[in-house]
């Protein structure tokens, strides 16, 4: 008898290297249509399967997990950010669930720091302004942006990617300022030298601010209308967390009031669409959800849900795991 081989289901195709490692130890049914498995293909796929890897755009709840049957052991989800599942309605179910922290940290960081500075310099602005191929000669008052050496960047979200912004900004010499619901251990503040802000203390005092919060109901819209009029006029917003984390009408209409300065945008509130009135804007840039997408790093991503799905299968505990209680219990209970 040969060994087991699991059945499982992939929603889209992943890079080679996690393919490759999921299929040496599965019978792997992929989707592998253009964009996201449509939901009623995906509930039918579903069924009898023991393990999933999941992306962002697959919603995991009662819905998915009652089509899949009680034979399903993990969803592993192919990304950090997990709003997309019910980690509640797993843990009823006894389904273990994993995403993939740590991986990703760094390229977040770049992206989002990307952004800022591009939003704050006028960078995007600036390269399709030649692309017009209309006449210019260098002039003192030609598209000035806001620096970010010196300043004070604001981070709402003081997790794992809101500590690396941190690390970033002591190169260019900027003070830091924070707020997240959960404080980290005063070491860590002291190590990264950065103080602590209630969350409208700090959109009034920074001169950039970036976004690195789990989108959950408390933060739906965190950033509305009225937060948007706490900020300066000078103001640069990065979000790369996720989109509906700012209320997206009300920021187009502040940056078209001229209310803050200039934002980047690497996730959106109806994604994919970006709202109109966004795409319209010279002060904001804008990027399709890029944010871990390097190849090294989608390698990574690839690797660490490949190992979360084949360990839970094999009865090893998997690394990630957001619902560990379960591994708890069933591992008890086997
Ligand atoms: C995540 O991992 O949550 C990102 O949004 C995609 O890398």
Redesign the pocket.
Known sequence: MGETRWPVLVTRLLPAPAMDRITSKCDMTLYDGGGAMPRDQLLAEIKGKVGAVTL?TDKVDDEFLDAAGDQLVIVANY???FDNIDVAACIRRGVMCSN?PDV?TETTADTAWALLMAAARRIAEGDRFLRRRQPWVWGPLMMLGQDVNGRTLGIVGFGRIGQAMARRARGFGMKVIYYDAYRPAPEVERGLGAEFRELDDLLAEADLITLHTNLSPETHHLINAERLAKMKSTAVLVNTSRGPVIDEAALAQALKEGQIFAAGLDVFEKEPEVHPDLLDLENVVVIP?L??ATVDTRIAMGLLAAENLIAALEGRQPPTLLNPEIWEQRSGRD
């Open positions: 962002l990304a950090v950010g993939t990703l959800h944010g871990s």
